[in-house]
C-alpha cells in the first residue's frame, strides 16, 4: 500500500523492452540519431502542429530549462504558491534563469485563479524598480490534483499574451490530465495557448524520460544551448528517444494514465467526506485527521501528510504500476479507519 | 571503422542486464534507495577511504557540479587550454559556479604544466582585481590521450593545495587511466592529492551514468543541494545505481578499459610515425596529413578532424564494444594509403 | 510640499564641503586612501566594536552585497513581504546571490513577526528539495516607519542564529531608528545580534554613500572581492569616504535624523485618526481616503499612494532638509481637507 | 612624480562646481530629473545621432552591462588578452552576463587584430557544445596606450556584424582616443559601427561618472533593468548628470584628455628607445630595465611594473591635472639615469 509518488514506481515493460532494443551497434550521439527525429515527428503528430522537442532525463531539468528560455534573469515566473517550481525544485528555476523572481499567486486546488494573476501582473509593473513579469507557470494536472479545462488554460493565456507574457505548463502528469478530460491533448497545450510543455513520462511509466515541447519558437529559441550548457544534453541519447517512442506508441501513456486515474477514482470514492480536494487526475487528498491517518499507516498504508505536520491530512498517490490489490486494502482499512 | 567516439556506443551486456534487473516493484525515490548504499560502500572500497559519492547522468554535469562546489563566484578555474571543461561544455563550468573564470594553461598531449600552474597562480594573485585561483582542473587521461602519471597529479595537487586550491580531476576516462597504468585507482586519485573526481562510466559501457567522488567533503559540502539545483537528482534514481553496481563489480570498469587501450595500442603500432601523440587509452592522435586522411575516409574509416582544419591530423577513439575486425580493417586502410 | 522620498532631497552642506576639501591631489584609488582607513576606525568608534567597513554608492548595492556575502546561491533570505530587498530592488538580492530565493514573511508595521520567522525557517527544511534558509533581512526602520527595539532584533537574531541563519539589518533609514530609539547604536545593531549591517546616508544627507558593516567576518568573508565584481569598488574612493567623514563627525547623522523625525511627528500629531502606522520615524502613513488626498495634492502635496490603487493610504516622508514651512502648510492643508 | 593611474587624480574645478550647483532643493530621483534629459540630448549632439546614455558610477559597471545587454548567457565575449575587462575587473563581466565566456585573442599594442578575431569566431561555431560568440570588445585607447584608427575599428566592426556579434568599445579613455586622432567622435563610434560605447571621464577628470552609450537599441535594449538591478542605477542622480553637463560643455573633456596627451608625448619623445609602445594617448610604456626604474623610482618616481615582475618595463600614465613640473622632473630623472 504505497501510495508516496508515482517516481517510486518502475519503467513500464514496453519502455524497458524499447531501450533493450536500442542497444545495438553505434548512433550518432548527442541527439543526432534517427530515434531521436522519430520523437520528434512523433510529437508534432501528437499536437497536430509544428514544434520543437528537447527530451531530458528529469522533471526539474524539463520546468527550469523551459522558464530560462521564457524569461529574462530580470523578468519574473508567475506561478501558484504550492507549484513544484517553487516548493520542491531547490530553486531551480532561479538557478536557470540566472535569478528571476518566482511571483506567487493563489488559486483554489493549487490552480491559479485568473484574478489573481491580473493582480500580480499589475503589481509588478512599476517600472525598473520591480522586476517584469515575463511567463505564467501553471501545472497540469495541479499539485492538488485538479485539472484545467481547456477554456480555464485558454483564460490564462489570454491574460499572459495580452500583457506580453508566455505561458509554460507543467505537464508532469500531463497524461493523467488528458486521460481526465478525454480530449484531444492539443486542447490542453497549443490550442489552449500554451507556448511551452513540459511533457512528463517518468512519473506515468518511463525511466527517465521528460520532454520540452516549444510551440512557440519565437519565445523560447535557446533551448539546445541552454540544454548543453546545464549538462542536459545526455551523450547516448538513442536511450532517451527510445524510451518516448514506446511511451507515445499506441497511446501507452494514455493507457497507463487512465489506469492510474481510475484506482484514483476508486479511493476517492470510497473515502466520502475525507476527500479534501477533487479527484482528477491519480493524486487522491483526503483530510480524516491525524488519528485516522496514524490508523491507516499502521495498517500499512504509505503516504505523505500534507498541508504541513498536524494538518491531519494526506497525498495518496497512484502509479501507473499500482496493483489493484493495494487500492482495494487501503479502501479497506479507510473503511476498518472510520469504522471505529 | 567508427572511430567518432566512445559515446556512440551502446551499453555493455552487464549494465543493461542491472537496469532490468532493478525494474522491479516500488523503490524509494530520489536516491534513497538501497541500490545507491551500496554504490557508495564499493566507491569507499573502490578508492579504500571514506568518500561522499553523487551520481549524475552526464559527465558535463558531474565536472560542473564538481566545479561548482569547489569555487566561489569570485573564483577561477585553472585547467589546459584544450580542457573539455573549456572547449566542449557550452560554458557549463561558468554557469554552474555563478560566473568563475577558466583560466587556461598550456602544456603538452593536453597535460598541464606545473611551471605553467605556478605561473597561472601567481599572475592572479593581485588582489580585488582580478578573480582568485580556487581550483585546478586535469583531465585523466587527457584531451589528447595522455595520462597523468601518480607523482605528476602529486605534484600538481603539492602546488594547488599549498596555494589553498583544490584539485578537481575531469576522469571521464578514468577507467582507460587506470587500465594504462595497471595500479590501484587511489594512485591515481585520492592518494596523489585529488579532492574531487568526476568518475565516468557511460563513454566506458554505461548507459548514462557518471559519479561525483568527493575525497574531501570540508571542500566540497555541497553537491547534494546543487544537484538537486540543478536538476541532476534522477528521481528513480535505482536505475543509476544499477548501472554503477554493474559497472563496479568484479572489475567490469578495468576489463572493459583494457580492452580498448589494447586496441587501441594495436592502431598506435600500425600508425608508426604518423602518430601526433603518445597513446595512453583508448584515443589514437595521427597526424598523416589531409590526402592520407582523405584516403581512409573513403576505405570507410569514420573519424573527427582534430586540430583545426587542414591540419592533416585525426582522432580515433576506440570503444569498449570495438569490434576487433574494425581495428584490423583500419590497419589494413592505413597500410593501404601509405602504400599509394 | 514634496514629501514623495528622502532621496529627493540634496546633499548637506556638511558633506558637500568635505567633498570640495577632499578635491585636491593625488590620492590613492580604490581604497587605499587614509580618508577610507579613518572611516573604519570612525565606525569601530561608533558601535564600539571591531567590524569591517565597505564603502558603496547605493542602497541596493549595500543590501544585496551583504546578502551575497551571508547565502550561497541555493539558500534562501527571509525577509518581511513587503522589504524593499523583495518589492522595489528589480531582483538585486536574486542576482548578487546567485538566484536564491526570497521567501517572504508577514507581520505587522512590515515588521517580521517571530513566530512567522520560525515557521519560515521550518518550513523550508525538507532537505535537498527545498532551498536552504541562509539569512534573514529586517529593515530598520521598517517600510511602514516602525522601529524595532533592541529586545525586538534579539528575538529575530536568537530565532536566526539558532538555526544557523545570520541577521542582516537594512538600515537605508537607520539614523532615523536610532534617533527614535534615542539610544546607543550598537543597541540596535552588534549588541542586538545583526551579523552585518548596511548603514543608509544617502536618503539622510549624503550624495551617494552606503556602508556595509560587517560585525561577523567569519559569517560574510567575502565581500570586497563581491564589490569589485559587481563594479562597487568606486575607483576616486576619497570621496565616498569623505561624505562618511562628516556624516559621522559630531553627530551628523543623529542630528539630521532627528530633525526629519520630529518634523514627521508633528504631521503625525496632527493627522489624528487618519493616522495608518505608528509614526517612529521620519515617515508618516496617513490612510483619510481617496476624496482627502486629491484634496490634499490639489492644496499642493506631493506624495506616493501607498498599498495599490484606491486604497485611499499614503506615504509621506520628510528629508533632513524639509522646510519646515512645507509641514506647517501640510498640516493645515490636511485640516482644511478635514474641515471640508 | 605620481604616474601611477590617472585615477588617483582629483575631479576638475568645472566638475565639481557643477555638483556643488546641483545641490539645491528637491530633484526628481532615479534619473527622472531635467539633468539626466539634458545629458541625454547633449549626447545625442556630441554623437549626431540618436542614442540611449544610461550613467553610472563605474567603469567596471559601465562595461559589465554594456556586455550583459549584448550578450545572453550562452554567449561569448571576444576581446583582447590584456583586455580591461579580462584582466582587472574581477570576472564582473562573468557575472553581470550571467557567465558568458571571454574568448582572448592577441594582437599588437592590445589592439585585437582582425585575422585573430575571425579565427575566434570560427573556432566557436561547432554548435551547442561551445558558446556561441555574440560579443566583441575594444578597448580605445587600448590597455597598451595604442588608438584605433576609424578605419580599424570599422574593419572590426564589419567582421564582428557579419557574423551577427555586437562590437562594444571599452572608451574608458575614449577622450584620449579621440583628442589623439583630433576627429569627430562618431569617427569612432557609432559611424565606425560601434554598437554600445563605454564612455569613460572619472579617470579623465570627473568624480565618478561613466557613461553606457547604446547607439543600437534593438541590440541592447534592456539596459535600465539591468543597471537596477546591478545596484547602479544612483538614488539623486543629478549629481552623475551634473558631472557630464560641466564634462561635455565646451569640449571640457577634449581639452583636459588633450593636455594629458601632449604632456605623456613629452615623456614618450625623452624615452627614446626606452619607448615599448607607440604613445598615443596618455598613457607611456617604456622598458628601460630593472635596474633603470630602480633609479627612476629612487629619483621620485611612482608607476606600476608592466608586463609581469622582473619584466623591467614601466606604464606611466598622465592625468588631466599632472603638474608640468611632474614631467619635467621625470624626463630629468630618466637623462640623469641614462647618464649613469
Redesign the interface.
Known sequence: M?F??D?????APEI?DA??R?????????SDDDATRRVEAMFRDLFACDLDAHL???????N??ALAALT???G?VLCHREAHIE??????P?????????VLIDGAAAKIDPEGLREAIA?NARG?????PAVVSITQASERGAVYAPDEVAALADIAHAAGLALHMDGTRFANAVAHRHCHPAELANRAGVDVLSFGA??NGA??AEAIIVFDRTRAG?V?????????????HR?IAAQFEAYLDNDLWLRLASRANALAARIADAAGDWLSAPCQSNQVFIKPGAAILAKLRAAGGEFYDWG?DGAGEARLVV?WDQGEGDVDAFIAAMRAARAG
Not at 224 to 236: F, M, P, Q, T
Open positions: 504505497n508516496r509518488s517516481n517510486t514506481s518502475p519503467a524497458l531501450i533493450v536500442a542497444n545495438a551497434g553505434k548512433r550518432p550521439s548527442y531530458v532525463a528529469t522533471g526539474t531539468a524539463a527550469a530549462l529574462p534573469p530580470t519574473a516548493t520542491d525544485e531547490c530553486g531551480a532561479e538557478f536557470f534563469t540566472g535569478g528571476a523572481k518566482l503589481r525598473v524598480h520591480s522586476v517584469a517518468t512519473k525511466l527517465a535557446n539546445e544551448r541552454l540544454r548543453k550548457r546545464a549538462g542536459h544534453l545526455v551523450s547516448k536511450y504541513g502509479s
